[in-house]
């Protein structure tokens, strides 16, 4: 069984910053840089949404307009972990935040969410204005 687990999440005011981690861990044979990780998000009353996503070799990226320039995702295969460093944050980027992961045999970056078979619990983060 697989199970990516998100931190990092709490509260900061606008502007500030925040580094999510998204720890994989379970199966043996599991690793990040076997597969393509992504990060999404939900705010209350919306559907969840795609944020960045990383592929899983040469580490190509992708972002939602709405971070592009902002947010950056990085992962460290050593400690078989994603990351998504937030800056400048906003209030409309409140919401809880999802790491995904989706095993590929090439390299990729997958930006929806219905390709991904693995996901975390979520982490929240509030931005205050």
């Known amino acids: 069984q697989v199970q990516l687990v998100e931190s990092g999440g709490g509260l900061v005011q606008a502007g500030g910053s925040l580094r999510l981690s998204c720890a994989a861990s379970?199966?043996?044979?599991?690793?990040?840089?076997?597969?393509?990780m992504g990060w999404f998000r939900q705010a209350p009353g919306k559907e969840r949404e795609f944020v960045a996503a990383?592929?899983?070799?040469?580490?190509?990226?992708t972002y939602a307009d709405s971070v592009k320039g902002r947010f950056t995702i990085s992962r460290d295969n050593a400690k078989n972990t994603v990351f998504l460093q937030m800056n400048s944050l906003k209030p409309e980027d409140t919401a809880v935040y999802y790491c995904?992961?989706?095993?590929?045999?090439?390299?990729?970056?997958?930006?929806?969410?219905?390709?991904?078979?693995?996901w975390g619990q979520g982490t929240q983060v509030i931005v205050s204005s």
């Open positions: 379970g199966r043996s044979s599991f690793s990040v840089n076997s597969n393509a």
């Open positions: 990383i592929s899983k070799s040469f580490g190509s990226t």
């Open positions: 995904a992961a989706k095993r590929v045999y090439s390299d990729y970056v997958v930006s929806s969410d219905r390709e991904y078979a693995y």
